[in-house]
């Protein structure tokens, strides 16, 4: 004869090859001697299928038994894995860098989650390492290029980790180029610099103190570009002048204008 066990705390069947057991409610049956069977399972519910044991069967592949005498095999079938989470939360600075998160299986049989994803795009989801039903999951997030607090989320196994990153604090980087200097005829149109900043979503102003320099961008958003104009000098004396942009009345970079006699 040939008996079937079922052990575990999951749901399954076992089912063979010739037909005369179904492991489901009989699980045992009487075939001639000599006769190979093949046994497969098929776990239900949710559950994993952990392996056989018994009668030279072991692991989780295919299990064939020769049926010479009174044999046994044993299948078991664990329940689903569930997983929880050490934290559920990081608040990381402007600069970014990796995320690790322990997460742990209800049974050491069960794999990695393999449901892990994230609602970012500046949340890089990374290979996780993992050993007897627990690991490490882990994730990089990116250096973020704004002043504003961003929000991510990284959901694992049904579990919400949330990600918090401060923005920068707003500086201009600087002014390309620093100064510039004109003949008597002044500037002959339009003149330009560049504003570098270091956020996206920084907003910055102009002014400068003198009306022989016609400023035509009054401020702008992010890196940008500062277009002005220099009137001719008919006061016979060199002069010098500035452009200031602004981010606060005390943050601000000062562009030098300059003008020949």
Not at 247 to 252: E, G, N, Q, S
Request: net charge positive; glycine share 12%; aromatic share 8%.
């Amino acid at each position: 004869s040939l008996s079937v066990l079922k052990s575990g705390t999951g749901t399954g069947r076992v089912t063979i090859v010739p037909t005369g057991i179904d492991c489901g409610s009989t699980c045992s049956g009487y075939f001639a001697q000599g006769t190979s069977v093949a046994l497969s399972a098929e776990p239900e519910g949710g559950s994993a299928f952990a392996g056989w044991s018994g009668s030279g069967c072991s692991g989780k592949g295919a299990c064939t038994v020769t049926v010479n005498a009174n044999t046994s095999v044993t299948a078991m079938f664990t329940p689903p894995c569930a997983y929880t989470l050490t934290s559920m939360s990081k608040n990381m600075n402007f600069r970014g860098g990796i995320v690790s998160d322990t997460v742990k299986a209800n049974q050491t049989v069960c794999g990695p989650p393999d449901n892990v994803t994230t609602d970012s795009p500046w949340i890089e989801l990374m290979s996780a390492t993992w050993k007897n039903g627990q690991g490490v999951v882990k994730f990089k997030v990116l250096t973020t290029d704004r002043s504003a607090l961003r929000t991510g989320k990284v959901f694992i196994a049904g579990h919400e980790f949330v990600v918090s990153q401060t923005g920068v604090v707003c500086a201009i980087t600087k002014t390309v180029p620093a100064s510039a200097s004109f003949t008597n005829s002044g500037s002959e149109g339009t003149a330009a610099f560049d504003v570098y900043l270091n956020a996206v979503d920084c907003s910055w102003t102009t002014s400068t103190p003198y009306r022989w320099i016609g400023l035509e961008t009054a401020g702008g958003t992010g890196s940008g570009t500062v277009y002005y104009s220099v009137e001719p000098n008919d006061t016979k004396k060199p002069r010098t002048s500035k452009i200031e942009v602004y981010l606060t009345p005390t943050k601000k970079k000062v562009f030098t204008v300059r003008q020949a006699k």
